[in-house]
Nanobody, 123 residues
Framework: QVQLVESGGGLVQAGGSLSLSCTSSGRTFSSYAMGWFRQAPGKEREFVAVINQSGQRTAYSDSVRGRFTISRDNAKNTAYLQINSLKPEDTAVYYC????????????????WGQGTQVTVSS
């Protein structure tokens, strides 16, 4: 089992930045690819970014590429999402997810999920 806990969300003005963290319990963090997703009210959960187990391969959705950066520190069992140049349309609950397979794709492919952290961007 993998337990994931996100942190770092909050209220920020448009153009601002936030750094989200996702900490995993257990000793197998480095065996999992880590993804970030988000879900706005009334919308389906959407893929944001993914990083492979070693941290050397990443992918982003078109809507965040160039503004968001995913990274990980396997020694700290933590994945990160640095989000810059925030826009009101980035407002959502942000979730991290883990899977043994590197998926550049939809939420239903991932096995383990955190509880989410709210990001609200004011205009």
């Amino acid at each position: 089992q993998v337990q994931l806990v996100e942190s770092g969300g909050g209220l920020v003005q448009a153009g601002g930045s936030l750094s989200l963290s996702c900490t995993s319990s257990g000793r197998t963090f480095s065996s999992y690819a880590m993804g970030w997703f988000r879900q706005a009210p009334g919308k389906e959960r959407e893929f944001v970014a993914v990083i492979n187990q070693s941290g050397q391969r990443t992918a982003y959705s078109d809507s965040v590429r160039g503004r968001f950066t995913i990274s990980r520190d396997n020694a700290k069992n933590t994945a990160y999402l640095q989000i810059n140049s925030l826009k009101p349309e980035d407002t959502a609950v942000y979730y991290c997810a883990a899977d043994r397979t590197y998926y550049n794709g939809p939420y239903y492919l991932y096995d383990y999920w955190g509880q989410g952290t709210q990001v609200t961007v004011s205009s």
